[in-house]
């Protein structure tokens, strides 16, 4: 059972414009960033938490971000939990199946015990 978890919060790497749109060229930068302290990193389990964030981006905003999250190899075949309110459930499934397209282990969820469970659950092989 892996006991070491690491929580990103979107305002790790989501940063909105001035013009109030999302700035994916920066999120971009700012992802390949963390995945460069991963690096050191051996054995992990990844909780984004999107609880506190306003706003929503659109489905191609997701899209390209899952794309990008899960061409890093170090964090993007991490198993992965997105916690996300109620009523953002769509878009956090929506975020999670673009990425599980591209090869990631990534679930959303509502409940941060359910994410936390599922985290630490040996992974299905």
Same mark, same amino acid.
């Given at each position: 059972?892996?006991?070491?978890?690491?929580?990103?919060?979107?305002?790790?790497?989501?940063?909105?414009?001035?013009?109030?749109?999302?700035?994916?060229?920066?999120?971009?930068?700012?992802?390949?960033?963390?995945?460069?302290?991963?690096?050191?990193?051996?054995?992990?389990?990844?909780?984004?938490?999107? #609880? @506190?964030? *306003?706003?929503? &981006?659109?489905?191609?905003?997701?899209?390209?971000? =899952?794309?990008? +999250?899960?061409?890093?190899?170090?964090?993007? #075949? @991490?198993? *992965?939990?997105? &916690?996300?309110?109620?009523?953002?459930?769509?878009? =956090?499934?929506? +975020?999670?199946?673009?990425?599980?397209?591209?090869?990631?282990?990534?679930?959303?969820?509502?409940?941060?015990?359910?994410?936390?469970?599922?985290?630490?659950?040996?992974?299905?092989?």
């Amino acid at each position: 059972m892996t006991g070491d978890v690491r929580i990103i919060q979107p305002s790790d790497f989501v940063r909105a414009r001035p013009d109030g749109q999302c700035d994916l060229e920066t999120g971009e930068r700012l992802l390949c960033e963390i995945a460069k302290k991963a690096d050191a990193l051996q054995d992990f389990n990844i909780l984004v938490d999107t #609880r @506190r964030v *306003t706003g929503m &981006l659109s489905a191609s905003e997701l899209w390209y971000l =899952a794309e990008k +999250f899960a061409a890093h190899p170090h964090i993007g #075949r @991490r198993k *992965t939990a997105i &916690l996300c309110p109620r009523q953002r459930f769509d878009h =956090a499934q929506f +975020f999670s199946l673009c990425a599980e397209n591209r090869g990631s282990d990534i679930e959303a969820f509502t409940s941060y015990e359910e994410a936390m469970e599922w985290l630490l659950a040996p992974a299905k092989d």
